[in-house]
T-cell receptor
Framework: GDSVTQMEGPVTLSEEAFLTINCTYT??????LFWYVQYPGEGLQLLLK?????DKGSNKGFEATYRKETTSFHLEKGSVQVSDSAVYFC????????????FGSGTQLTVLP | SQTIHQWPATLVQPVGSPLSLECTVE??????LYWYRQAAGRGLQLLFY??????ISSEVPQNLSASRPQDRQFILSSKKLLLSDSGFYLC???????????FGDGTRLSIL
């Protein structure tokens, strides 16, 4: 079945450091890929998405490129801020009528001033 | 624009009591609807999803149930809560193909 494997956390960085959170997936066909962010005590917010190979999703300085050859969708940001502290989830969807999401286990990011 | 509402935001219930969590979506029609549970410090577990009124698919056997009495209303219920039902419950909706799911703010449920 489908699965998503995320870099284990927690990840602690200093402000303005470079961020990479690795995400790889296993799925048949051509899934859509997503990154969600969850701030403390809140629900999940869509951060970015990519629906086909070589697409790059970007939002709020975060980027991720859909790499079919390596089945990866790594999240990057050039300079993190304290306000980026949150849990980040990688997810995939194979579409279909149910459009279910398969989530990774989440990566806790803490950015220190 | 579309919005999703969940309530209550926080709930404390004794073991063995019933449960009803409600989720409604505005600004869209015939959405897919989902209930997830997130245990403390862990990922999301899909509990139920619905592709239409009265259509419920269960992903994990448990003492919870879901109903969709109206197009944009999704209810999570239990007749008798267990300690293991504690967690953060999230409702989500999705529109067309390849569209992402959008989440509500969640309900934090504590069982005593």
């Amino acid at each position: 079945g489908d699965s998503v494997t995320q870099m284990e956390g927690p990840v602690t960085l200093s402000e303005e450091a470079f961020l990479t959170i690795n995400c790889t997936y296993t799925a048949t066909g051509y899934p859509s890929l997503f990154w969600y962010v969850q701030y403390p005590g809140e629900g999940l917010q869509l951060l970015l998405k990519a629906t086909k190979a070589d697409d790059k999703g970007s939002n709020k300085g975060f980027e991720a490129t859909y790499r079919k050859e390596t089945t990866s969708f790594h999240l990057e940001k050039g300079s993190v801020q304290v306000s980026d502290s949150a849990v980040y989830f990688c997810a995939l969807s194979r579409g279909g009528s149910a459009r279910q999401l398969t989530f990774g286990s989440g990566t806790q990011l803490t950015v220190l001033p | 624009s579309q919005t999703i509402h969940q309530w209550p935001a926080t709930l404390v219930q004794p073991v063995g009591s019933p449960l009803s969590l409600e989720c409604t979506v505005e600004g869209t029609s015939n959405p897919n609807l989902y209930w997830y549970r997130q245990a403390a410090g862990r990922g999301l577990q899909l509990l139920f999803y619905s592709v239409g009124i009265g259509q419920i698919s269960s992903e994990v056997p448990q003492n919870l149930s879901a109903s969709r009495p109206q197009d944009r209303q999704f209810i999570l219920s239990s007749k008798k809560l267990l300690l293991s039902d504690s967690g953060f419950y999230l409702c989500a909706w999705a529109g067309g193909q390849a569209q992402p799911q959008h989440f509500g703010d969640g309900t934090r449920l504590s069982i005593l």
